[in-house]
Each structure stands twice: as structure tokens, then as C-alpha cells.
T-cell receptor
């Protein structure tokens, strides 16, 4: 089955700096790659996703890149703000399993003012 | 504002007791997922349903866990007997169907087994 590895497990940056979180997946049939943000004590919520027919996607300060050949994808947050502090999860899905997501281990991002 | 609803939000119980967690998916969503979150294991998929039929429960310890969808508005996750290692936050999520897209998570049920 699918296995998703996520790095780093913790990341601390200064406000205004950029943050990058990386994930690798094992199943070459995976074709949908979302990122979820989970604030302390809250539920995970989708912030951005990318499908395998696209190499990059941006939404304001966040962007995701996908390298299908290498089977890895990354989340980029620019101009970080204290409210970006949270745990971020990457996930992968095959597309024919009704939305079944396999998640990475999570990255705890801390943005220091 | 459609949301996934989970009960209970918090449960403290003693080892050996039965625990039942309930989830009401978003109306019209036909896929329902149970995930368990611990510090060590992240978000683990336990089981999921499509149109109330179980599709995959390979992530679930079969001897003590069971998941059902008695109807389209209710999914249950039962642990019997519970053990301290079951302590975790259990999330239910629902999705609109076969095409991959956003999963909507409930607020979670925090379980503590003493």
C-alpha cells in the first residue's frame, strides 16, 4: 500500500521568512496530493491540493510543487505569519478509492514574531 | 454551514470498558472515514465506507475494534474492550464521492483509557 514520508517533523522560522515542507510517496499510481493544516486542538482542514497533471499550484502565500518522476511534493509558505503556526500534513491518494487519503506524519511549524 | 458532527468530544474510561464513538457525516456525502491521531503515528486510517458499504478496514485492530454505518446519517466506531494504548483522538471525515477532493473532518473524539 501507499506510504507517505514527511520532513521535517518540526520547523521553526522567523516571521516573514519562508517555510518548506517535503513529502515523498511510494505508490506511483497516486495522483492526488492535498495538504491539511491543523491548529492546536482543532480539526485538520484542507489548505491546498494538486493533481498529477499539474507541476505547481499557488494560492496567495502558499504553493505546492509536484515531481512525479521523483515521487515527491512540497509545500512552500512565503512571508510567514504567526497565524501560520500549526501542524501541516501532506497526503496522497490513488483517485479510484473514493477519496481515501494516506497521510504523512505531520510537520509542526512554529513562526516566531 | 455543513459540518461533520462527532460525539462524544471527550471520553475518559477505564481499561476493559466498551467505548462507542459516533459520527454524522455531511448530508449528501457518500464516503466516510475513521482516522486515529496520536503523537507517534500521526493520522492513521482505520476504516472507510462508500455508500455505507465497508471498503477497507485493514488499519483497524479486528479483535477489539468494529466500524459500522447503520444508516447514511450515522457512522459508529466501537472499541471493546478498551486498552490504554487506544488513547488517542479519533476523527471522522466525510467526502462527496468517488472523485478525489476535500475531506471534511469532524472536531474529533478525544479518548483516554486509564
Amino acid at each position: 500500500g501507499e506510504n507517505v514520508e514527511q520532513h521535517p517533523s518540526t520547523l521553526s522560522v522567523q516571521e516573514g521568512d519562508s517555510a518548506v515542507i517535503k513529502c515523498t510517496y511510494s505508490d506511483s499510481a497516486s495522483n492526488y496530493f492535498p495538504w491539511y493544516k491543523q491548529e492546536l486542538g482543532k480539526r485538520p482542514q484542507l489548505i491546498i491540493d494538486i493533481r498529477s497533471n499539474v507541476g505547481e499550484k499557488k494560492d496567495q502565500r502558499i504553493a505546492v510543487t509536484l515531481n512525479k518522476t521523483a515521487k515527491h511534493f512540497s509545500l512552500h509558505i512565503t512571508e510567514t505569519q504567526p497565524e501560520d503556526s500549526a501542524v501541516y500534513f501532506c497526503a496522497a491518494s490513488r483517485g479510484n478509492q473514493g477519496g481515501k487519503l494516506i497521510f504523512g506524519q505531520g510537520t509542526e511549524l512554529s513562526v516566531k514574531p | 454551514d455543513a459540518r461533520v458532527t462527532q460525539t462524544p468530544r471527550d471520553k475518559v474510561t477505564e481499561m476493559g470498558q466498551e467505548v462507542t464513538m459516533r459520527c454524522q457525516p455531511i448530508l449528501g456525502h457518500n464516503t466516510v472515514f475513521w482516522y486515529r491521531q496520536t503523537m507517534m503515528q500521526g493520522l492513521e486510517l482505520l476504516a472507510y465506507f462508500r455508500n455505507r458499504a465497508p471498503l477497507d478496514d485493514s488499519g483497524m485492530p479486528k479483535d477489539r475494534f468494529s466500524a459500522e454505518m447503520p444508516d447514511a446519517t450515522l457512522a459508529t466506531l466501537k472499541i471493546q474492550p478498551s486498552e490504554p494504548r487506544d488513547s488517542a483522538v479519533y476523527f471522522c471525515a466525510s467526502g462527496p464521492g468517488q472523485v478525489d477532493g476535500e475531506l471534511f473532518f469532524g472536531e474529533g473524539s478525544r479518548l483516554t483509557v486509564l
